[in-house]
């Protein structure tokens, strides 16, 4: 069951326009799949895509942002020194304006942009529930993440009753341990690769 539904979560988070990381999320309920969500802006609003766009051409990366005026200013907050653009219809090639500090710059602006604008792949699942009329109680439903839930999620949640996540990756800006501190007081139990999650990966 496991591995079907991580093959499953795989699929499903191509679907995901974000260009920082593609996460699904699914819940199940007695062996029976209930839904999945993935990350993503709310429907009818500009996908993540339309704002920024990684390009891999052989071994080198180049980033592309559409310059408007919220990620200017806030590359003016960390201390980019962009210049500001006539244009804001178009995306502009990241190298061209700050040279090598192109990746930093992209991964700051995203940074800030996903955290106002996209919804995390658990939430979406939650809301997907929530639109088909699911009134199981989510303490006994187990939820399955091919990344591991950030704080907020970790949160909401346990909030909604949550007990059980399983997850295939331990995300990139988390620190393990305190993952696992945190679930712990969140009275959340863990699954890493099948087996408890003790706070390594
Ligand atoms: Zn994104």
Redesign the pocket.
Known sequence: MEKLIFETLATWSTQS?????HVAAAAVHNNRLLGIGY?GTPRKTRN?DEV?KKVVNGDKTEYYILFDSELDKWAAEGNFNLKIMPDYSAMRNCTDYVGDKAKDLFNYL?GK??TKY?VHAEMNLIFNLLKQGCNIPMDQVVIYTNISPCDQCLKNLAGLGVKEIHFKEVYWRSNPAELYQAAKRLNINLFYKGEPFLGSA
């Open positions: 326009k974000c260009q920082g990381s990350n993540c920024f995203h942009w996903s996209e």
